[in-house]
């Protein structure tokens, strides 16, 4: 790397300066620059909604004990009706893989030949808002639909058939066994690119760099299939088929294989769960008979209980999940922009931000980089305290055997409706005015001049949400989110700790965390949507 003159290094920071100066005016909240005055102070919401976690905490040990860990639940097999069959019928879902390849195929096409501005660029919008922000409220909302329709999956299978075919004793790809170490270090990582690239990266909204960091991710995907076969790349190393997985988990429907022996000989070794049975595992549902597979509706969040812990791959992919969908809102907030100016200026800091500065394109691009993996870590301690602070709350005689990994392990799935309720109110007004401009774009996704499906002079409608709307949706997911978590943290600790008492102990260290994380999830909301006088 070159070695800049302190003239040119001074003008760069002077810069950087220049620009975090107007941060905070520019940040609107995803495209939603209205606000709305609350009628009634912004504290009295925040406490309310922390005494409404808490209430819930005290009704929930209440009603829940003994045996309450919820063993079965209801289950409608979707299959055994001619409609479910329909929607799962093979040529129903070739033709969603060959529309998912096909919408991959444009949005990296449109990126490298259409206009370079997003807003004329099907790309960006395609990516950002369609994909990340629409299959994220699509897992958690109604299934995985993202591990039927995956466009690198079914690339993949396709070249294998085709390989098969043409040469049917020789086996498509390496097939290396899976390293038992990484686990899902690969897709942890993966997602903390991705994170960053749309949280800090300068050009998240330059087409062709989109266009090529998606073909970057693909053959990353394709190599890593190649290499250890589709479904153990997909299983620990493609983020996307990990975060939808876990959002998926919350969805009132799964796929579930009846057979055991299917299911213990599965590669995954990891799919089966001594309550629910061998659920949401793709590879087994495709090794099964037909009359072994089901596609049951279930109550909601029942698939975050567990009767094991994840792994700690898995437990820190979930906490990523989490606080990255936090620090986004906290980059709309007046805080930061008051922490970033004190970070440029920082003597102590400014070495390693002029290291960093040619690495992530620019030195507001450092500034976010160093405080993104810094607010990713001490998130990571804080939910390791919090989960040494639950196991030391329980009697010695009921803690035996139990380690505070163990803990974490068992606890974090119960997080996952509180980063799908944050994820629906932080982006919703961004996906209802932003996610509008996918409509114009696609009648001329390469900026031509055609008007394929008549849609060409849409007009983007910002008025179809507005503040008073975004905020009571905001605090009512929150809410929601928070109390459904102390649930399944309940009867997490029934099963983990067995005595009423011991339970109800181990539940006051995450009911304070919940409570705090339910007023910083509301304050962070406000900052951009609320006028708070």
């Not at 020789?170 to 899976?178: A, Q, T, V």
């Not at 304050?523 to 951009?528: E, G």
């Amino acid at each position: 790397m070159p070695i800049e003159s302190p003239v040119n290094v001074g003008v760069k920071f002077t810069q950087a300066g220049c620009l975090l100066a107007i941060v905070p005016s520019g940040v609107s909240a995803h495209g939603f620059a209205q606000r709305y005055d609350l009628p009634v102070p912004l504290g009295l919401y925040i406490g309310g909604a922390a005494a409404a976690v808490a209430l819930s905490f005290v009704v929930i040990a209440f009603f829940m004990r003994g045996e309450r860990i919820f063993e079965h639940y209801p289950r409608f097999n979707l299959l055994e009706n001619p409609v479910g069959r329909i929607l799962a019928s093979p040529f129903l879902v070739r033709m969603l893989r060959a529309f998912s390849v096909g919408w991959l195929a444009l949005v990296i096409a449109s990126g490298y030949i259409g206009p370079e501005n997003p807003f004329e660029n099907i790309a960006p919008t395609a990516i950002w808002v369609i994909w990340w922000v629409g299959f994220a409220y699509i897992s958690g909302l109604a299934g995985d639909l993202w591990t039927v329709i995956n466009p690198w999956s079914a690339l993949y299978g396709w070249a294998e058939s085709l390989w098969l075919t043409l040469f049917p004793s020789h086996r498509f790809g390496l097939s290396l066994r899976w390293p038992g170490w990484p686990g899902r270090r690969p897709a942890v990582l993966l997602f903390a690119w991705f994170v960053w690239a749309e949280l800090i990266w300068p050009e998240s909204d330059t087409p062709a760099s989109l266009a090529k960091a998606a073909l970057i991710y693909s053959t990353i995907t394709l190599t890593g299939m190649f290499l250890f076969g589709r479904r153990s790349w997909l299983r620990n190393g493609e983020a996307f088929t990990v975060v939808f997985g876990f959002l998926a988990r919350f969805a009132p429907s799964e796929i579930r294989v009846a057979d055991a022996a299917v299911c213990a000989a599965c590669g995954s070794g990891i799919c089966r769960d001594r309550f629910a049975g061998c659920v949401n595992c793709l590879e087994c549902f495709e090794a099964a008979a037909q009359d072994q597979r089901e596609w049951n509706l279930r109550p909601w969040a029942v698939g975050l209980l567990t009767s094991r812990p994840i792994s700690t791959p898995s437990m820190v992919f979930v906490l990523v999940m989490l606080s990255s969908v936090t620090f986004d809102g906290l980059l709309a907030t007046s805080l930061w922009a008051d922490l970033a100016r004190w970070m440029i200026y920082s003597e102590t800091l400014r070495p390693l931000i002029i290291a960093l500065q040619d690495i992530t394109g620019n030195a507001v691009a450092a500034v976010g980089t160093i405080a993104l993996i810094t607010f990713l870590l001490l998130f990571q301690l804080l939910y390791l305290l919090f989960s040494a602070l639950m196991l030391f709350s329980v009697p010695a005689a009921d803690r035996v055997g139990i380690s505070v990994r163990q803990v974490g392990g068992l606890f974090v799935l119960s997080l996952v409706p509180i980063a799908l309720a944050y994820h629906l109110a932080h982006y919703l007004s961004y996906l209802a005015i932003v996610g509008q401009y996918i409509i114009p774009l696609v009648s001329d996704p390469f900026g031509m001049g055609w008007d394929l499906f008549g849609t060409k002079l849409y007009m983007v409608d910002i008025g179809v949400v507005n503040a008073r709307f975004v905020w009571y949706t905001s605090v009512i997911a929150i809410v929601t989110g928070h109390i459904i978590a102390v649930w399944l943290a309940h009867v997490m600790a029934l099963r983990t700790f067995h005595r009423n008492r011991a339970a109800l102990l181990s539940q006051i260290p995450m009911l304070l965390l919940m409570v705090a994380y339910t007023m910083l999830s509301l304050w962070i909301l406000a900052q951009p949507v609320v006028e708070t006088g």
